[in-house]
């Protein structure tokens, strides 16, 4: 998935990175556990990094101060990952949490 899908589209891109893998099962076996849960923040937080800078490198102007868009964003994904953990059984999909996502946020401060 390049860049902007995965900035359009954050869940569905942590919903493949997840996809079939350990990853997976880890995240469910620990997500009662707070320093699972600051790892994971920071890991969302480092893939956003990679992606902005990317964004920044390649001319695009943003209206705030990166590192806090990316700050920002990862703690949105972060949270709406850890409530998606809390109601897997539910089986709402990533392209509803993905619609979770924009309306929580202003993707205009993503991509203009």
Known sequence: MNVED????????IATI??????ERMVQNQKKDEGFKHFFRKYIEEIFKQDFMELK????????PVELA??????????????WIHHFEENITAEQMDEYYYLLVNEKILLK
């Open 6 to 13: 995965r900035l359009r589209q954050p869940m569905q891109s």
């Open 57 to 64: 490198n390649r001319g695009k102007q943003f209206s705030l």
């Open 18 to 23: 997840l996809s079939g893998n350990v990853l």
């Open 70 to 83: 990316v700050e920002f964003h990862s703690g949105v994904i972060s949270l709406l990952v850890n409530w």
